[in-house]
C-alpha cells in the first residue's frame, strides 16, 4: 500500500522560506512523477509544481522563481522548497503520485497524502 506524507508545514512570516518534504513509503517515488498541490480555503485545489521520474520539473506560474521541487532518491522523498512566501501562498500542501506526459501531470486519485497546513501570516 502506498503512502505519502507531508511534513514541514506551519505559520512562516512573509518573506520566508520552508520546505516541504513528501517522503513515499510502499513506492518508490523515482519510478513516478510527483506533483505539488495547494488548496487554499474556499477554492480549488491546484497543482503548484511537479517532477518527472526522468527529474524534469515543471511549475506554475504562481510558482515560476520562487519555488523549487526536487528528489533525493535515497530518502526516497520529494521535496518543495518554497522562498519569499506571500499571504496568499496560505494553503494545505498536498503530494500526489502519478503521471507526466508532455509536461502535464495526471493525478493518481489514490495517491494523496494528508497534507500540511502553511500560513503566511505576520
Known amino acids: 500500500q502506498v503512502q505519502l506524507v507531508e511534513l514541514g508545514g506551519g505559520l512562516v512570516q512573509p518573506g520566508g522560506s520552508p520546505r516541504l518534504p513528501c517522503a513515499a513509503f510502499?513506492?518508490?517515488?523515482?519510478?513516478?512523477?510527483t506533483g505539488w498541490y495547494r488548496q487554499a480555503s474556499a477554492k480549488q485545489r491546484e497543482l503548484v509544481a511537479h517532477?518527472?521520474?526522468?527529474?524534469?520539473?515543471n511549475y506554475a506560474d504562481s510558482a515560476k522563481g520562487r519555488f523549487t521541487i526536487s528528489r533525493d532518491n535515497a530518502k526516497n522523498t520529494v521535496y518543495l522548497q518554497m522562498n519569499s512566501l506571500k499571504p496568499e501562498d496560505t494553503a494545505v500542501y498536498y503530494c500526489?503520485?502519478?503521471?507526466?506526459?508532455?509536461?502535464?501531470?495526471?493525478?493518481?486519485?489514490?495517491?494523496w497524502g494528508q497534507g500540511t497546513q502553511v500560513t503566511v501570516s505576520s
Open positions: 517532477i518527472t521520474s526522468g527529474g524534469s520539473t
Open positions: 500526489n503520485q502519478g503521471t507526466s506526459f508532455s509536461g502535464t501531470y495526471f493525478p493518481r486519485n489514490d495517491y
Open positions: 510502499g513506492q518508490i517515488c523515482s519510478r513516478h512523477a
